[in-house]
């Protein structure tokens, strides 16, 4: 049989593919019924818990939502038209449903503007009112909700910027919002698609090195850094309730933006040339500055010089100042942290990182905070006497959490007590995360009564899965569970506890039981319902779902979710095929690799990617099985990543095969991403897959030289281990049927859609049994309806033909 390709628009090559011409196909019915469904409300709680935000929207793009003139710029895609976002996901309705009081059914909005595209939602700081943009035709419009009036009105025209997002920001006293307009002198853009070039585009290097990522979507040439300029300008505009405005700040390339807790400072974020066609935006030359409320200058705290040039390694960090914030518990202090070994993990030192604070007028010297062992993290701001840093360091898997008093941590010499030291990777280990409340200032601070803090934690277990609340006393180090989740059949999820109340908030859920928000009192051991959502999966509520536990032949404990057809007779002795789904995940030891973080009792919700609606065809389903990928002590995991990703494959078959369930004859295998990378390694060597499909990964590792996934060896560091895992390196070996999916507008870092379409071109020349559909305007996850309907039938086709037709092929 000859091997074919789908092109579903005009796909111009230097190859020659053979063309099939088809338009968008659909699923089965049993499939497409899963697909189309009434998906329930996104949920927000005001801190008080006394009212709910519904935020509704479609599960779907439209192919000619994706199909609007996209720009992609410095990281970033732009509808130029409209100035947001080109692959923003839109809210279409709003509704509020008050907790207290007679009628607590969710009350529509007034007011909301018609065909709406809603985002950017911002709470007001004293939580009575909710701005937001409306995207329309021309731009993006800037509208405010009145929470007590259930009213919505619109407050500009469509001239807001929403290209670098963080477009609303309202002032402390809830009756300002500073938002980003558009300059009234933006320079019109150039049409890069019809330019003719006024010469080449030329790079050059000084020989200092540039060790970067496969960044996409970057700026090329001098149009390209005209538009992004002109795309990144903004006024800053003050605007009160009634609509009255004035320039707050005149037109710049404006970043962040954030007030100080007592509303009387600004930390603003302002993008610089040099701009560079190595990195994104994110690492052009900007300036972090402090304003004051009226928008007059107070400090200039950080310059950052372009970076394209950084130190090798995943914990390499810039040199100077960086991740500035406010304190969330006192008035205008900043603090931010500097590395100490220049941001280069190859330098060893006592202290990775130290983290400092700067007071107003923000032009003294700081003040010494707390130093790190790894690479600091983040603060989480208690009160006067208490607050919690966090470090990681990536290469060991290792983070830890202290505990200081920031009120006596300006002495270097004070010992800083390590609360935790763990490997992150060890879900059974994890203590929780700290509970926070909002304090005066209207910022969340971590919870505490006396020397006790609170923590909510996921609990996992090697029994199984029970979300707990714990009390810790900080005097004594020592814990005491407040609750314990253990509800049988059902999984509830923590989400936020009132520690005055005792109330918790919880989510729970069932194998067939739609998640739902309930308030738990853990003083009266009660549950009070607050959403009603049902099950629109009914058709698959029969499936058989079972957590498999089993092990790798080197003794690594594995697992995945076992879905059985429903109405399947196990003691039948019928072989039905089977479908496995991973994604490789790298470890730097056994014990948290060979851990289980998968309950039966969590709802089975099946997505467009999903292999989970092939249970209505009569297949068995491993879904999310284990593919750990471990490199103990000075070895990498990726040392001997073939091997070990055979070894779970065959883990995986062998566990299924035990029970009697399937023709090992008949199993296919698939990933997405790098889960498509695993795919292509598997079909290369090994033979226990009758086909697979791969969607939107990369195939062959030269491509992206300086480092991918996990990897942080470049490939001169390190040339057996890109050559050995690369897949397109041994598409000689190929000889199994594989499907090639690929988004044509793929945007994540490694992925082009240029991987798919070689690999795909060598695996034709050398004559191996392929198909590639590559899907018009789609990135790395897909959107739009069309493309996801048949991607989802093109499944269905390659499993009919090739693992349910195995035998007679």
């Known amino acids: 049989m000859k091997p074919t390709i789908v092109i579903l628009s005009c796909l111009i090559t230097m190859q020659s593919f053979a063309q099939e011409n088809l338009g968008y196909q659909k699923p089965p019915k049993e499939i497409l019924d899963l697909v189309d469904f009434e998906r329930a409300p996104i949920v927000q709680f005001n801190p008080d818990r006394d009212m709910m935000l519904l935020l509704f929207r479609d599960g779907y793009k439209s192919i000619a939502d994706l199909s609007r003139k996209e720009l992609r710029l410095a990281g970033l895609r732009i509808d130029p038209k409209t100035n947001i976002g080109s692959r923003v996901r839109y809210y279409n309705n709003v509704k509020i449903r008050f907790l207290e009081g007679k009628n607590q059914d969710p009350q529509e909005i007034a007011g909301l503007p018609e065909n709406p595209q809603l985002t950017n939602f911002s709470w007001s700081p004293d939580y009575q009112k909710i701005a937001f943009t409306n995207t329309v035709e021309t731009g993006v419009e800037l509208w405010v909700l009145d929470i007590k009036t259930k009213q919505a009105q619109k407050l500009t025209n469509a001239d807001l910027n929403a290209n670098m997002g963080d477009v609303i920001n309202w002032t402390k006293d809830s009756k300002h919002i500073i938002y980003k307009r558009i300059p009234s002198n933006r320079k019109p853009l150039i049409d890069t698609d019809n330019q003719v070039p006024s010469g080449p585009t030329i790079s050059t290097s000084d020989g200092e090195k540039a060790q970067n990522r496969t960044y996409q979507d970057l700026l090329k040439n001098k149009n390209d850094e005209h538009n992004f300029e002109q795309l990144a300008l903004s006024e800053l505009i003050k605007i009160d309730l009634e609509g009255n405005e004035s320039l707050w700040l005149e037109a710049a390339m404006y970043g962040g933006l954030t007030f100080s807790p007592d509303g009387n400072y600004t930390l603003l974020t302002t993008i610089n040339r040099p701009f560079s066609y190595l990195v994104p935006y994110y690492r052009f030359a900007s300036k972090i500055r402090v304003y004051s409320k009226d928008g007059k200058l107070i400090a200039t705290v950080q310059e950052n010089p372009l970076r394209e040039v950084m130190p090798k390694g995943f914990m ?16 205008a202090s900043l603090y931010f942290a500097v590395a100490q070994d220049e941001g280069d993990p190859a330098n060893e030192v006592e202290f990775r990182d130290e983290v400092f604070q700067l007071d107003a007028p ?9 130093s790190t062992k790894g690479r600091y993290r983040r603060i989480g701001w208690c009160d006067d006497e208490t607050a919690f840093a966090y470090d990681y360091w990536w290469n060991t898997r290792n983070m830890k959490t202290y505990v ?56 996992y277990t090697p029994e199984g899965q029970f979300p707990f609340v714990d009390e810790l006393n900080l005097k004594t180090q020592k814990t005491k569970r407040l609750y314990e989740s253990r509800m049988g059949n059902r999984l509830e999820s923590l989400y936020d506890y009132d520690v005055k109340s005792g109330e918790l908030l919880v989510r729970i859920e069932g194998k067939n039981e739609y998640p739902n928000y309930f308030f738990r009192d853990l003083k009266k051991n009660n549950l009070t319902q607050l959403t009603f959502n049902k099950n629109p999966f009914e058709s698959i509520s029969e499936v058989e779902k079972t957590v498999l536990k089993y092990k790798r032949e080197d003794g690594v404990d594995l697992s995945g979710t076992l879905y059985l057809p429903a109405g399947y007779d196990k003691t039948s002795g019928k072989k039905i095929p089977l479908i496995l789904w991973a994604y490789p995940r790298e470890y730097k030891n056994k014990s948290s690799a060979g851990q289980t973080t998968q309950n039966p009792n969590q709802f089975t919700y099946p997505y467009y990617g999903s292999m989970v609606y092939w249970v209505t065809q009569g297949y068995a389903v491993l879904d999310n099985a284990s593919f750990p990928i471990i490199g103990e002590g000075d070895n990498e995991p990726n040392d001997n990543f073939r091997w070990q990703l055979v070894a779970n494959a065959k883990a995986a078959i062998d566990a299924v095969d035990s029970l009697g369930y399937i023709d090992r004859n008949k199993v296919a295998v698939g990933g997405h991403s790098y889960g498509a990378f695993m795919v292509a390694n598997l079909l290369s060597h090994c033979k226990l897959f009758a086909a697979g499909i791969a969607r939107s990964g990369a195939y062959n590792r030269t491509l992206t030289p300086f480092g991918f996934q996990s990897e942080e060896r470049s490939y001169w560091d390190a040339p057996e281990v890109y050559n050995t895992m690369s897949p397109f390196m041994h598409a000689d070996k190929m000889k199994t049927p594989l499907l090639l999916i690929h988004g044509e507008a793929d945007n994540n870092s490694g992925t082009y859609p240029l991987q798919s379409e070689r690999y795909f071109n060598a695996l034709k020349g050398l004559g191996a049994p392929v198909r590639l559909v590559m899907l018009p305007k789609e990135s790395h996850g897909y959107a739009a309806k069309e493309s996801i309907l048949h991607i989802l039938w093109e499944q269905h086709e390659w499993l009919e033909k090739h693992v349910k037709g195995a035998n007679e092929d």
């Not at 390499?316 to 008035?331: C, I, K, L, Y």
């Not at 923000?362 to 707390?370: A, I």
């Not at 009564?449 to 909510?456: E, F, I, P, Q, W």
């Open 404 to 459: 200081f008093d920031p009120s006596e941590a300006y002495d270097k010499n004070k010992k800083v007590l390590t609360l935790h030291d763990r490997n992150y990777q060890d879900r059974y280990s994890d203590p929780g995360s700290f509970v926070y409340e909002q304090n005066d200032y209207g910022r969340y601070v971590i919870s505490k009564k006396g020397d006790k803090v609170y923590l909510t934690g996921a609990g």
């Open 362 to 370: 923000f032009t003294g010297t700081p003040v010494h905070l707390v």
């Open 316 to 331: 390499a960090v810039q040199t100077g100042r960086r991740s500035f914030n406010w304190r969330a518990d006192r008035p």
